[in-house]
């Protein structure tokens, strides 16, 4: 299964041949909606688990039945992998009694086929460490503190058992300045150089959902317009920009009604509140952080009745003082807002979801590897780059200094394990990720189980990654916003 993704990505070239890896002694976190651990995909030959341990943190402990959190931790209940051999031996019916964790949206337990499924995944023989966070309905995401302490316990259970850990996050949100300032991204930024571990985390599915614009705000100012669908009960606007520029905003309801909102005289972390016919505006003006120097203009739609006003909202960005004038502004997600609900002139760039943008996670988009196409879903990046000023037959050289994402995987029509035992197709940067958590797997059990190289582990093993990808014609230049670095080339990121 897969086997076409496989064979793109050069993993069928370095596991059906010299060197057969597999992923052995690697643990693979992964950080999702849990796991139906009941399937053949987590189990090994002799039908015991392959899973090391379940951390379910939706679960209240209960000392007396000895439910109990991870030591250290205060939430949630641990499974050990014993206790999931016994719940297994009991049956499905009897051993969810045993081992209550469960996967409403399919979602973990897809994730994790593709990166160690027995039978399909990338690494088949590498142990899980599953982590099932947040609410359990489809299409949630996990607290930034569940995330947090998901993150730092896979860590910690590499070190504890001194084993290279790969850490699957195959979700992310639009909230936050998507330049890896926030606390969550910083959080992974130093998690990723803690024991022998990485961290790698999807671009997302925002790249073609118009919830992105930005542009510099010149002369008289700028009018952004955004459109909003039909039965939406509620939207948020992030305006993001530099501390230094000053701007008022005009706003204009779809039925001609205007509210002047003059932030220039507002104090920071101060709000205003406006009623635009049957939608009320709430709008907050942010102030600086000790970790992030961009300024955020928050604006809440809420409807004064069961939905906001649909139609062509304007929204007029006045400038009071400009130094540089640029803005970028964010809506939530595409699945936590209508259908048509979105930015005239959306700017695919810099889509690419929170916490894919902290810079030393390895961060994966997706690609068509039957059409060996760009999907266009996958969140986009940036490449920042500068000239060094010396003069040369080009007039300059080019020299790049930032990248993301780092590389893509298959993320198209790919095969996941379902609960019912059988397989379907899906496809998203969620799915992408897992190929690239795998192979991350496989790198690691070359260098550090084998001992070719004890140190492959983070930023070298991006490096090797990236050395490794390999371009897409139809996509010229690289690296490039949408694919970083190219597409996942196990076999050529292994050393000569």
Known sequence: MNDLEKAQSCISQVT???????????????LDSGIDYFLPEFRDAGGQTRILAIWDQTQQPDEAQGKLPPPGYQEGV?????TI?????????????????????????????????TGMGVAPKADLLIIRLGNPQADSFPRTTQLMR???????????????VAINLSFGNTYGDHQGNSLL???????????????????????????????????????????????????SIQLWKHYQDVFDLLVISPGGERVQLTLSQLGEAEAVRRTLEQTQLLCYLGKP????????????????GSYLNSGVWRIELQPVLLVTGEYRMYLPGYAARSVGTRFFLPTPDMTITIPSTARRAITVGAYDAARRSYADFSGRGYVYSYSDGRADTSGGRQIIADVKPDLAAPGVNITVPTSDGGYKQVSGTSFATPFVTG????????????????????????????KGAEPLAALGAFPNPQLGWGILCVRGSLPR
Do not use: C
Not at 16 to 30: F, K, R
């Open 185 to 235: 991204e910083r959080f992974i930024d130093n998690a990723a150089e803690v024991g022998r571990s990485v961290i790698v985390v999807g671009s997302g599915n925002e790249g073609a959902s118009g919830g992105h614009t930005a542009g510099v705000i010149q002369g008289t100012g700028r009018v952004v317009e955004l459109a909003v669908g039909g039965y939406e009960t509620g939207l």
């Open 150 to 164: 998901g993150v730092n316990y896979a860590v910690n259970v590499g070190a504890a058992l001194s084993r290279p």
């Open 85 to 117: 051999n016994e719940a297994l031996a009991l049956g499905r019916e009897n051993g969810q009694r045993l081992v209550p964790v469960f996967d409403a949206s399919g979602h973990g337990t897809a994730v994790a086929g593709v990166a160690a499924g």
């Open 16 to 30: 059906q041949q010299e060197p057969y890896l597999t992923g052995e002694n690697v643990v693979i976190a992964v």
């Open 439 to 466: 192979a991350a797997a496989l790198l690691m059990e070359w260098g550090i189980v084998r001992g070719n190289d004890p140190f492959l582990y983070g930023e070298k093993l991006k490096a090797y990654l990236i």
């Open 78 to 82: 641990l499974y050990t992998r014993e």
């Open 289 to 304: 952080l000790p970790y992030n120097v961009q300024q955020e203009i928050f604006i809440d739609m809420i409807p004064t």
